[in-house]
């Protein structure tokens, strides 16, 4: 008797692990479906304003010709080293981040405004209009404005694509799988 108390224990146990993996499994499915997709085409260019930014903010960031070194501009060179990354995490080659530590997972989970192409394509026009209007001057200012309309533009066209492609063109735009919200 003792036994078979034991064995429906156990078999209870292990129906209960196997129910919240299952009910994990789900959950995991639900976030990577309210996880926007961008084009190929648009995640490269967002994926290569994100590696320019984190250039030329590096290249303001330590300027040996500048001599007058302005805390802000540094500042706002360092803050953009960091949205540079974290533009180049969101729309890098999954299996890269992957193998770096889940990396855009783990962005994703922590800032979860970057998965809804809404947040994302907000957080790239807040980052363009700041790198515009925070310009440091100098040499580097041509490039901070290329860089600033670049990103304002994405931003643009990522917001149009999420809502106004859905409106506009709604048997085109379900027939493409675009992983929009679910």
Known sequence: MLFSRRQ???AAA????RAA???ARTGFFEVQAYISENPTSLKILCFCSGL???AFSLLGLFNPCDINIIPKDQLCNLYNVVFGVIICVCDGKESWLRACGDLQGTLFR???FLASQTGRSLFYLYVGTMTLLL???GILDF???IIGIALC???MLMLARDWCAPLCCKDSYNQMGSGSQV
């Open 8 to 10: 429906m224990a156990t």
């Open 14 to 17: 292990q129906q209960g692990a």
């Open 21 to 23: 993996a299952d009910r």
């Open 52 to 54: 320019a930014l984190i």
């Open 110 to 112: 922590k800032a979860y």
């Open 135 to 137: 310009l440091p001057g």
């Open 143 to 145: 490039f901070n404005r």
């Open 153 to 155: 533009a994405l931003a």
